[in-house]
T-cell receptor, first 109, second 115 residues
Framework: QKEVEQNSGPLSVPEGAIASLNCTYS??????FFWYRQYSGKSPELIMS????GDKEDGRFTAQLNKASQYVSLLIRDSQPSDSATYLC?????????FGTGTSLTVIP | DAGITQSPRHKVTETGTPVTLRCHQT?????MYWYRQDPGHGLRLIHY???????DKGEVSDGYSVSRSKTEDFLLTLESATSSQTSVYFC??????????????FGPGTRLTVL
């Protein structure tokens, strides 16, 4: 059973703060890891992918991967109200993708 | 944005009626997927396709069938809709290039209500 677990939240942070989102997965053969953002009533939108241990930065977003501990995290620096959304973690051990249930983030102005 | 469209975008139907949802892509990607998304359950895979006429089941395939006669189209059919199939349905695509680096892109979704 391939499982991806996320804290459902809600997570609230003040504007300008760092938001930290975490995800753990159970399948050790997973090679690819993704973070999607989903606004209410919209479809998931890819914001980050990471394949190697360590950090990957893209603008205000940093993904962190630790395969030994089987977790992947997403940091959002200088959080903005427009970052308020549900963030989905996904892993891809094969050509199927497995998603967590998402963490709801609210950025308070 | 990935060229993925879904039709219809909204549908209300009655229990026992057949329903077909269509996903159309312009990216010529090999893999296509159907998910449903329900509160508390996240995205759950219904069926996926890895080529024309090549399909396989996901974790929640009961009550659903799929067909893919062309690379660009992937159809999801509810043979006899039930209220438990009320959900938001998302189509997704990926290149299928292997190597564990594939990325999945989503269509806009179809909101289905079964009364």
């Amino acid at each position: 059973q391939k499982e991806v677990e996320q804290n459902s939240g809600p997570l609230s942070v003040p504007e300008g703060a760092i938001a930290s989102l975490n995800c753990t997965y159970s399948d050790r053969v997973s090679q690819s890891f993704f973070w999607y953002r989903q606004y209410s009533g919209k479809s998931p939108e890819l914001i980050m992918s990471i394949y190697s241990n360590g950090d990957k930065e893209d603008g205000r977003f940093t993904a962190q991967l630790n395969k030994a501990s089987q977790y992947v995290s997403l940091l959002i620096r200088d959080s903005q109200p427009s970052d308020s959304a549900t963030y989905l973690c996904a892993v891809n051990p094969s050509n199927q993708f497995y998603f967590g249930t998402g963490t709801s983030l609210t950025v308070i102005p | 944005d990935a060229g993925i469209t879904q039709s219809p975008r909204h549908k209300v139907t009655e229990t026992g009626t057949p329903v077909t949802l269509r996903c159309h892509q312009t990216e010529n990607h090999r893999y296509m997927y159907w998910y449903r998304q329900d509160p508390g359950h996240g995205l759950r895979l219904i069926h996926y396709s890895y080529g024309v006429k090549d399909t396989d089941k996901g974790e929640v395939s009961d009550g659903y069938s799929v067909s893919r006669s062309k690379t660009e189209d992937f159809l999801l059919t509810l043979e006899s809709a039930t209220s438990s199939q009320t959900s938001v349905y998302f189509c997704a695509i990926s290149e299928g290039k292997g190597g564990g680096t594939d990325t999945q892109y989503f269509g806009p979704g179809t909101r289905l209500t079964v009364l």
